[in-house]
């Protein structure tokens, strides 16, 4: 295992990294030295041909409960307050951005900037006991960046909710509502998430690159824009081999043998 400050990467094998956010005393907050962290950590990941897919999980009680607020308490000036958030933007980014898949795996607690971080991530899957919430509200701080990542998930109703009340919610309600795919028992939670890893790690890393671009670029887009963009994408993809390898190989029964080009 490798330390890097408060975040650890873990090769899982078959293509799959695991990265653990690992200050434990604070909830794994996202302070200044752990987005950090994280950021050094998915810019190397995303240019690393043996990852495919990344599972990002938090150490110790739970996922992460957000900023830290001592930290916070102590910026006082402006200027540091809208580096700090600009800083966890640019975190939320960089995997929305990236070519790699990336798993939350969340177990206690996912809230405020940790509930953005869940939200960002590809996919999201907890334990049945998880809990989520944007709670800044009752410390007087709107949780206004994390409902960015939060709200392209929820509807606006439920969004609404969980900012105007800072209540949290359950795993189950996490699901009915789209924050996550799926909750299971504490048992369970790894060898089913691993399992969905391998399964998308053995797809083509090069369609996976270009689907996921293509996924977030076209949310953005009015519909007529969105068909042609991604008639584009679909272009580009098609000249790849893997895409000739995978059709052919479909049409002779076969196993595709990709070439991530």
Known sequence: MKSIQNAHIKKLGNGITLVTINDPKSYNSLSTVTLKSLLNIFQKLDNDNSTKVIILEG?????????????VKGLKKRSKYLSLFNLCSKLMMQ?????KPVIAKVHGAAYAAGCQLVASCDLAYSTNEAMF??????????????MVAVSRKVNRKRMMKMLL??????????????????HFNKSKLNSEILKIAKTISSKSNLTIKIGKQAFYKQLEMPLSKAYKYTSQMMTLNMMSLDAKEGISAFLEKRSPKWKNK
Do not use: R
């Not at 150490?59 to 957000?66: E, L």
């Not at 995997?95 to 070519?99: L, R």
């Open 165 to 182: 009340t800072g209540e949290p919610i359950t795993a189950k309600f996490a699901k009915e509502i789209g924050l996550i795919n799926d």
């Open 133 to 146: 919430a944007t709670p800044g509200v009752n410390i007087g701080l709107f949780c206004s960046t994390p």
């Open 59 to 71: 150490s110790g009680n739970g996922f992460s409960a957000g900023h830290n607020l001592k930290e």
């Open 95 to 99: 995997i929305v951005n990236g070519k």
